[in-house]
């Protein structure tokens, strides 16, 4: 079983850029496709970005092009930059892993059996 800590939230004025990482142990994420995603209030959890476990991406359409995922599985780390940040990229973030295939891109938090606690982003206009 692995477990995800993720770091790198804060508060950030519109038109900045915060690098999240999330750091797994317990066990390798060479093993697991990871995703983030991100949860504000009042609105359902949505997906951000993923990565498989032989680097091919995903993002959403909103967001591709000013968010970028990578990992370096000999950290054990997946991690999110996010880059010209707006007032509604205000949430809650979190890294999510699953055990999967290596060419599988998972986009559904209904895909990943493990989570971590969120870190949360607040942009100011």
């Known amino acids: 079983q692995v477990q995800l800590v993720e770091s790198g939230g804060g508060l950030v004025q519109a038109g900045g850029s915060l690098r999240l990482s999330c750091t797994a142990s317990?066990?390798?994420?060479?093993?697991?496709?990871m995703g983030w995603f991100r949860h504000a209030p009042g609105k359902q959890r949505e997906f951000v970005a993923a990565?498989?476990?032989?680097?091919?991406?995903s993002y959403a359409l909103s967001l591709k092009g000013r968010f970028t995922i990578s990992r370096d599985d000999h950290k054990n780390t997946v991690s999110l930059q996010t880059n010209s940040l707006k007032p509604e990229d205000t949430a809650v973030y979190y890294c999510?892993?699953?055990?999967?295939?290596?060419?599988?891109?998972?986009?559904?938090?209904?895909?990943?059996?493990?989570w971590g606690q969120g870190t949360q982003v607040t942009v100011s206009s």
């Open positions: 999510a892993a699953e055990e999967s295939s290596w060419f599988r891109i998972l986009t559904s938090p209904a895909e990943y059996q493990y």
């Open positions: 317990g066990r390798a994420t060479s093993s697991y496709a």
């Open positions: 990565i498989s476990r032989n680097g091919g991406t």
